[in-house]
């Protein structure tokens, strides 16, 4: 089992910048892809960035050069500049680890105001 919980969300102003957390715990050592996902309310989850545990990582088009995500030991972070109102959702941690289970954390709210 592998548990995630989020930090690092706010209210943010356009153009502004937040980082989001996101540690894991329990069995960590079967982590093999990290990643963040958002919910605008009344839209689908969405992809916004993944990481491989090679670094290898991915953006959504919307994100690419604004975002930027990595990771240390058992925690990813989320890097977000120049945000814009668009990006105001809920953002969720996920793992998949070696069977390719899915964990998620519950979220952390990111506002945007313009």
């Known amino acids: 089992q592998v548990q995630l919980v989020e930090s690092g969300g706010g209210l943010v102003q356009a153009g502004g910048s937040l980082r989001l957390s996101c540690a894991a715990s329990g069995s960590t050592v079967s982590i093999d892809d990290m990643g963040w996902y958002r919910q605008a309310p009344e839209k689908q989850r969405e992809l916004v960035a993944t990481?491989?545990?090679?670094?290898s990582t991915i953006y959504a088009d919307s994100v690419k050069g604004r975002f930027t995500i990595f990771r240390a030991k058992n925690t990813v972070y989320l890097q977000m500049n120049s945000l814009k109102p668009e990006d105001t959702a809920v953002y969720y941690c996920?793992?998949?680890?070696?069977?390719?289970?899915?964990?998620w954390g519950k979220g952390t709210l990111v506002t945007v105001s313009s």
């Open positions: 990481i491989t545990r090679g670094d």
């Open positions: 996920k793992a998949e680890d070696s069977t390719m289970r899915a964990y």
